[in-house]
């Protein structure tokens, strides 16, 4: 770009002028502004829709607590209605044993409450694996641990 000098025509640009045949012209900042707010727009629509997906809300027995009582069933409520088809719950002892019943399922009438049965547990920790579809189709997955301690 030509000009005075250089470090002038840089200040000109950052003040929205560019240098052009040694006249100064104004730099069109319309079409990146509109631009910049589509983006921006993009972005805030991006997040709203990031906001659906399923996120564990809490569980039964909680995240990290110890139970006196064997529990019969684990149950995870999540933000968003689950696709059950896609979703899964395995519970696991601290020695690698699955001790669910292996059949997770949505209630119709509470569709964002996964629950799974358990086996009679031992005094012991264990681990809820857990990996769910939301219906916008959003996969999310996690673990946590409870104890069980008589
Ligand atoms: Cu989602």
Redesign the pocket.
């Given at each position: 770009m030509p000009g005075p000098t250089p470090s002038r025509a840089d200040r000109r640009a950052e003040a929205g002028f560019r240098w052009y045949d040694g006249r100064v012209v104004r730099r069109e900042y319309r079409v990146p502004a509109l631009v910049a707010a589509l983006g921006l727009l993009a972005t805030l629509l991006g997040a709203t829709?990031?906001?659906?997906?399923?996120l564990l809300e809490r569980t039964d027995p909680r995240a990290g607590s110890t139970v006196r009582t064997p529990p019969r069933e684990v149950r995870l409520w999540f933000t968003?209605a689950l696709e059950p088809a896609w979703s899964r719950i395995q519970v696991v002892s601290d020695n690698g044993r699955r001790v669910d019943g292996g059949e997770a399922r949505v209630d119709r009438s509470a569709p964002r409450l996964f629950r799974v049965s358990l086996g009679a547990l031992a005094p012991g920790a264990y681990i809820v694996r857990w990996r769910v579809v939301?219906v916008?189709?959003?996969v999310s997955e996690g673990r946590f641990t409870f104890r069980v301690a008589p």
């Open positions: 829709g990031a906001g659906a997906h399923a968003e939301s916008d189709s959003h």
